[in-house]
């Protein structure tokens, strides 16, 4: 879907990136300066890489060494800028219309009324971009590039510049996109609680290198992967789906590993979630827990364990596949006798259930 | 209007400033593609003789009016490379003719013009055309649909300056085409004239008031537009 390999030298920042990701939702995530935007700049030929290839859909966009330099108008990538970049003279609606203006005339995609729907900016469409909140303008900055027709849409951190309060107001509207639409996405980062929300596949750039890529469950429930990220965002992600509500008014969630009990989610049944557990909310037993206050005990397998000092990080192996990372300490590492091969338990606090869709 | 004004300002004086309006007008007109490339050249443009530009740009603002004639009077003169090669390919006389004063009044508001347009284009973010570039728009399509309507008062606003400073030319114009009335004889120099002859006091008084009407005007709507590029581009 897209290929992405750069070379490029700056004044005191040298970028050397490759990657390929599926279709979906990609996060570049990493540190700010870690040139993260500099890579998706290269991807929509804002900035021509000194050696390089990008390859969308099959299309070769750049190739420094045969000479292909697509112009930015003839790539067809969907940019949002971290800043919107809504044209100032113009209303919501001629900044959507801008979208369709210059797409070309035979291309699917939704229409300008779906494109509305899907973003809630109806009541938006005669304002003037000045007199929408940061929120609104991320939205109308979404539609603006979906209506151009794009084969590939970047998201260049739309909520970075947004408190918890919006963020938490647009992220149905980025689920709602990466569910509803086909386009593959783009999406920099560095929360990772967002990016644990949206993404299929996980890209880590460090200090202008990809770190690792791969699979967003099989990179966050990965020790290595847990070492470039702030030590209390550690933690893995299980996907399930609403199996139904209790009466005491807890979902369950229905995952290859076990049932989990979670409190606080109305979805309706069968919806796809995902649930980040953060390491720091596992705790691990030899037996069973009895006369615990927990509801959600997994049956699991010591699959590694990482020292850090007087913490450890243990990744665990999940029945059906999965893996969950649990952060302890060494003294009951010790304690408990872990080794690779194992068997424990995994206990997970309700509390450290985080809903998300998708 | 000029019908009646004639009475007020004597028939000297009318046909002074029916001149200056035409000479004002059509300086300003056909210097407005010219100092927009320029204006653009100095704001965006990167290469080799940017300063030359701007110092070439700006001359006429430092050089004493009466050196900028003069160097009119030798380049564009009948006599002047520039000026022989246009009579004979073109028929286009500049010396002491009306377009002489306009190309005279052209070149001392040419300053004023690219400043306003300059500033303007400056604070168009060039984000917004990459934006622009980004949903597929050519570069032609960006700078009408993008950076044209966003400097659009900045232009307005330089023209009405280069307008002003156009009605108000004298010491290149008198030195370039001279002083002729009927001819070539602008509302300063109608004023010079005046000002020569004794008993003409209150023609002096009456076109210097008009003259600074003009000004004023034209100051008020300068500013009045040089606030709307702000706003628009603010998007308010």
Redesign the interface.
Same mark, same amino acid.
């Given at each position: 879907m897209l290929d992405v390999a750069l070379r490029h030298r700056f004044p005191g920042f040298a970028l050397d990136a490759s990657f390929a990701a599926p279709a979906g939702v990609t996060a570049l995530f990493g540190r700010s300066g870690s040139g993260k935007t500099t890579i998706v700049n290269a991807v929509a030929g804002l900035i021509a890489p000194d050696h390089g290839r990008v390859v969308v859909d099959g299309r070769v966009l750049t190739d420094t060494a045969a000479g292909i330099a697509v112009p930015v108008r003839r790539r067809r990538i969907g940019y949002v800028f971290q800043d919107a970049r809504l044209f100032p003279h113009m209303t919501v609606r001629g900044n959507l219309g801008y979208g369709t203006r210059f797409a070309p005339p035979g291309a699917a995609g939704p229409s300008l009324e779906a494109v509305v729907a899907m973003l809630g900016i109806g009541a938006l469409l005669d304002r003037r971009p000045a007199l929408l909140s940061g929120g609104e303008r991320a939205r109308v900055a979404i539609g603006r590039a979906l209506l151009s027709r794009p084969r590939l849409l970047i998201l260049d951190e739309p909520l970075a510049a947004l408190d918890a309060a919006r963020r938490a107001e647009i992220l149905p509207y980025l689920e709602n996109l990466r569910d509803r639409t086909e386009v593959p996405i783009l999406y920099i980062s560095h929360a990772i609680a967002e990016v644990a929300r949206l993404a299929t596949t996980l890209v880590l750039v460090d200090a202008g290198r990809v770190a690792r890529a791969g699979g967003l469950e099989q990179m966050l429930a990965d020790p290595t992967t847990a070492a470039l990220l702030d030590r209390d965002e550690v933690g893995a992600v299980l996907t399930g789906r609403v199996a139904g509500i209790e009466p005491d008014r807890l979902a369950r969630i229905a995952t290859a590993a076990g049932d989990l009990l979670v409190p606080g989610l109305a979805a309706e049944p069968s919806t796809a979630v995902r649930l980040r557990i953060r390491a720091a909310e596992v705790i691990l037993s030899l037996t069973p827990p009895r006369d615990s206050s927990a509801l959600n005990v997994l049956p699991a397998t010591v699959a590694a364990i990482v020292p850090e000092g007087p913490t450890a990080l243990i990744q665990l192996r999940l029945p059906g596949g999965a893996a969950l990372l649990a952060r302890i300490t060494a003294r009951s590492v010790e304690a408990l006798r872990l080794e690779p091969g194992t068997p424990c338990h995994a206990t997970v606090k309700s509390a450290g259930l985080v809903q998300g869709g998708g | 209007m000029l019908g009646g004004a004639a009475g007020w300002l004597g028939p000297d004086g009318a046909a002074a400033l029916a001149l200056s309006l035409k000479v004002a007008l059509v300086a300003t007109a056909a210097s407005l593609p010219l100092g927009m490339i320029c204006a653009l050249a100095l704001a965006r443009g990167r290469f080799w003789g940017h300063g030359l530009l701007n110092g070439l740009v700006h001359l006429p603002l430092i050089l004493p009016p009466v050196v900028t004639g003069y160097l009119l009077l030798v380049t564009m003169g009948r006599r002047g490379p520039i000026g022989a090669w246009l009579e004979q390919t073109f028929g286009i006389v500049f010396a002491f003719r009306w377009t002489g004063a306009a190309l005279a009044a052209a070149v001392m508001a040419f300053p004023l013009m690219v400043r306003a347009m300059r500033l303007a284009i400056e604070a168009v =973010?060039p984000?917004?055309e =990459?934006? @622009?570039?980004?949903?597929?728009?050519?570069r032609a399509?960006v700078f009408a649909?993008?950076t044209l309507?966003?400097v659009l008062p900045g232009i307005i606003a330089g023209a009405v300056l280069a307008f002003a400073k156009s009605m108000g030319e004298f010491g290149a114009t008198i030195t370039f085409v001279s002083n002729i009335p009927g001819q070539t004889q602008t509302l300063p120099s109608a004023i010079y004239t005046a000002l020569q002859v004794p008993g003409q006091e209150g023609a002096v008084a009456r076109l210097a008031a008009l003259s600074i009407a003009v000004a004023m005007v034209a100051l008020v709507a300068a500013e009045w537009l040089s606030r709307r590029v702000a706003a628009?581009? @603010?998007?308010?």
């Amino acid at each position: 879907m897209l290929d992405v390999a750069l070379r490029h030298r700056f004044p005191g920042f040298a970028l050397d990136a490759s990657f390929a990701a599926p279709a979906g939702v990609t996060a570049l995530f990493g540190r700010s300066g870690s040139g993260k935007t500099t890579i998706v700049n290269a991807v929509a030929g804002l900035i021509a890489p000194d050696h390089g290839r990008v390859v969308v859909d099959g299309r070769v966009l750049t190739d420094t060494a045969a000479g292909i330099a697509v112009p930015v108008r003839r790539r067809r990538i969907g940019y949002v800028f971290q800043d919107a970049r809504l044209f100032p003279h113009m209303t919501v609606r001629g900044n959507l219309g801008y979208g369709t203006r210059f797409a070309p005339p035979g291309a699917a995609g939704p229409s300008l009324e779906a494109v509305v729907a899907m973003l809630g900016i109806g009541a938006l469409l005669d304002r003037r971009p000045a007199l929408l909140s940061g929120g609104e303008r991320a939205r109308v900055a979404i539609g603006r590039a979906l209506l151009s027709r794009p084969r590939l849409l970047i998201l260049d951190e739309p909520l970075a510049a947004l408190d918890a309060a919006r963020r938490a107001e647009i992220l149905p509207y980025l689920e709602n996109l990466r569910d509803r639409t086909e386009v593959p996405i783009l999406y920099i980062s560095h929360a990772i609680a967002e990016v644990a929300r949206l993404a299929t596949t996980l890209v880590l750039v460090d200090a202008g290198r990809v770190a690792r890529a791969g699979g967003l469950e099989q990179m966050l429930a990965d020790p290595t992967t847990a070492a470039l990220l702030d030590r209390d965002e550690v933690g893995a992600v299980l996907t399930g789906r609403v199996a139904g509500i209790e009466p005491d008014r807890l979902a369950r969630i229905a995952t290859a590993a076990g049932d989990l009990l979670v409190p606080g989610l109305a979805a309706e049944p069968s919806t796809a979630v995902r649930l980040r557990i953060r390491a720091a909310e596992v705790i691990l037993s030899l037996t069973p827990p009895r006369d615990s206050s927990a509801l959600n005990v997994l049956p699991a397998t010591v699959a590694a364990i990482v020292p850090e000092g007087p913490t450890a990080l243990i990744q665990l192996r999940l029945p059906g596949g999965a893996a969950l990372l649990a952060r302890i300490t060494a003294r009951s590492v010790e304690a408990l006798r872990l080794e690779p091969g194992t068997p424990c338990h995994a206990t997970v606090k309700s509390a450290g259930l985080v809903q998300g869709g998708g | 209007m000029l019908g009646g004004a004639a009475g007020w300002l004597g028939p000297d004086g009318a046909a002074a400033l029916a001149l200056s309006l035409k000479v004002a007008l059509v300086a300003t007109a056909a210097s407005l593609p010219l100092g927009m490339i320029c204006a653009l050249a100095l704001a965006r443009g990167r290469f080799w003789g940017h300063g030359l530009l701007n110092g070439l740009v700006h001359l006429p603002l430092i050089l004493p009016p009466v050196v900028t004639g003069y160097l009119l009077l030798v380049t564009m003169g009948r006599r002047g490379p520039i000026g022989a090669w246009l009579e004979q390919t073109f028929g286009i006389v500049f010396a002491f003719r009306w377009t002489g004063a306009a190309l005279a009044a052209a070149v001392m508001a040419f300053p004023l013009m690219v400043r306003a347009m300059r500033l303007a284009i400056e604070a168009v =973010d060039p984000r917004l055309e =990459d934006a @622009a570039a980004t949903l597929g728009a050519s570069r032609a399509a960006v700078f009408a649909t993008v950076t044209l309507p966003l400097v659009l008062p900045g232009i307005i606003a330089g023209a009405v300056l280069a307008f002003a400073k156009s009605m108000g030319e004298f010491g290149a114009t008198i030195t370039f085409v001279s002083n002729i009335p009927g001819q070539t004889q602008t509302l300063p120099s109608a004023i010079y004239t005046a000002l020569q002859v004794p008993g003409q006091e209150g023609a002096v008084a009456r076109l210097a008031a008009l003259s600074i009407a003009v000004a004023m005007v034209a100051l008020v709507a300068a500013e009045w537009l040089s606030r709307r590029v702000a706003a628009r581009i @603010a998007g308010r």
